[in-house]
């Protein structure tokens, strides 16, 4: 049974920094690129940030590029998603997700990931 459990949301005004974390287990984590997507209220979830299985390869939705990076501990099974420079609109639940490919370099859209955690609140004001 995979599980991913997010963590490191909370509340921050516009223009400040959160770190979120997402702790994997069940799988062989190393193999599998991870993503992080959101979902605002009246949203559909959305693509953030994509990580290839060996950390070599990022991806970036536009709305966060040169904001927020994503990176990988395969070490400690463990994906991060830094958020610079935080806007009121990335208010939202935060969600890790794993690809349901080994070996990817990660993907885009929702469908690709088989498992994902429970969610993080990350909410900025303004």
């Known amino acids: 049974q995979v599980q991913l459990v997010e963590s490191g949301g909370g509340l921050v005004q516009a223009g400040g920094s959160l770190r979120l974390s997402c702790a ?6 190393s193999s599998y690129a991870m993503g992080w997507f959101r979902q605002a209220p009246g949203k559909e979830r959305e693509f953030v940030a994509a990580i290839s299985w ?8 536009d709305s966060v590029k040169g904001r927020f990076t994503i990176s990988r501990d ?11 420079s ?3 609109e990335d208010t939202a639940v935060y969600y890790c997700a794993s690809d349901r490919r080994r070996y990817s370099s990660g993907s885009y859209t929702v469908d690709e990931y088989d498992y994902w955690g429970q969610g993080t609140q990350v909410t900025v004001s303004s």
């Open 74 to 84: 395969n070490a400690k099974n463990t994906v991060y998603l830094q958020m610079n």
């Open 24 to 29: 994997a287990s069940g799988r062989t984590f």
């Open 54 to 61: 060996g950390g070599g390869s990022t991806y970036y939705a």
């Open 86 to 88: 935080l806007k009121p």
